[in-house]
């Protein structure tokens, strides 16, 4: 599942063959790999099991482990879309699209995606949350919210 994850740092949905990026040295190498980890880290505790349920048995980092550890096509639907929010996240990407981000997830799981969304986000990030109810959208208009609007085919600023 941690692959699945780390796809997002290339934008791709399968790893890409050999680790290395040949525009880079060693030592940046070395650097970027340390990063993506510490971000894959980043994204399992403030979107894995840990955030969004209390652990029945074990630790935080054993919680954490277990569920790093299983394979994708082996979770719930809930924790498939939530490891796709992730891996929309780790590679802090300028502008993120969220199309009906929260179908399928729990509602601990929504919490814990909707407080990261809102607290732990670049300021030079975008969000683009597309959605049927407005409730869904992490931001009010007084945190800077814009909202737009597509009916009878036609798009729209709405104020």
Avoid: C
Wanted: cysteine-free; hydrophobic content about 40%; overall charge negative.
């Amino acid at each position: 599942m941690r692959q699945a994850i780390e796809t997002g740092f290339d934008g791709v949905f399968v790893p890409l063959f050999g680790d290395s990026h040949p525009a880079l040295g060693e030592e940046e190498e070395e650097s970027s790999r340390q990063w993506q980890k510490a971000r894959v880290q980043e994204m399992l505790e403030n979107l894995g099991p840990p955030a969004w349920s209390s652990p029945k048995n074990g630790s935080h980092h054993q919680v954490l482990q277990e569920f790093a550890s299983k394979r994708f096509t082996d979770l719930s639907t809930g924790e498939q879309r939530i490891v796709l929010l992730m891996r929309a996240l780790v590679g802090q990407p300028p502008v993120v699209l969220l199309d009906e981000v929260w179908s399928g997830m729990t509602g601990g799981m929504v919490k814990a995606a909707r407080q990261y969304l809102r607290g732990r986000l670049g300021h030079e990030q975008v969000v683009v949350v597309i959605t049927h109810w407005e409730d869904e959208v992490p931001w009010s208009v007084a945190e800077g919210l814009k909202r737009f609007r597509l009916q009878g085919g036609k798009g729209q600023v709405v104020v």
